[in-house]
């Protein structure tokens, strides 16, 4: 199958929507700041390479599991008018004719309703319990990326790969035909020799 692929953080979304979602969580529901002891845990020994960011995002979104509905919140989050405008308007600028996939580090739960909104059939994103909080499998990043698109498509051909950060997804765009950096927005051409944007 030939694909375009999109990350979505600082490509598709203006911003880092983990981070967005999880303080629109918190002015909904203060009490989720009884879970900061153990996420400050979680933290230091992320800040001390004691743990991944795996390990990370089991704590935080399992200290919110226990207190909210993550399903519900992602919902509202993305029914929320500043979150939906945040949502990149460059896009639908772009080439339709392939298959689209978003392939994201962020969790696939937060990330469905925003898909759908974009119309986006293919959605891959770190696998998470949301009943739970417990993260099914690795971080999606980078080689992980890729695994995942092969596990779910079969085999596949990238055409153009969108980012707004190469080194993190420099696996796709050595993959792809075409790459393109995201910068407030606007695509620029990614060349491969100088490992950036064009001049």
Not at 76 to 81: G, H, K, R, S, V
Request: one cysteine or more.
């Amino acid at each position: 199958m030939r694909i375009d692929v999109y990350d979505f953080d600082g490509t598709l979304y203006d911003g880092d929507s983990t981070v967005d979602f999880v303080f629109f969580c918190l002015r909904r529901h203060p009490a989720l700041l009884l879970g900061l002891p153990g996420l400050t845990r979680a933290a230091l020994g992320l800040a001390l390479g004691r743990c991944g960011l795996t390990a990370f995002k089991t704590a935080l979104f399992g200290q919110m599991a226990r207190r909210i509905c993550l399903t519900e919140e992602a919902a509202l989050f993305w029914q929320d008018p500043k979150t939906r405008a945040r949502l990149g308007r460059w896009f639908e600028r772009t080439p339709r004719d392939l298959p689209i996939v978003i392939a994201s580090a962020s969790p696939e739960f937060e990330l469905q309703h925003a898909a759908e909104l974009l119309g986006v059939q293919w959605l891959i994103g770190t696998r998470c319990d949301p009943a739970t909080g417990r993260l099914l499998g690795k971080n999606c990043r980078g080689e992980e990326k890729l695994r995942r698109i092969g596990e779910q498509l079969g085999e596949f051909e990238i055409r153009a790969m969108y980012t707004d950060d190469a080194r993190a997804d420099g696996p796709l765009l050595a993959r792809a035909q075409e790459g393109y950096i995201v910068t407030k927005g606007v695509p620029a051409p990614y060349h491969r020799e100088n490992g950036g944007r064009k001049a």
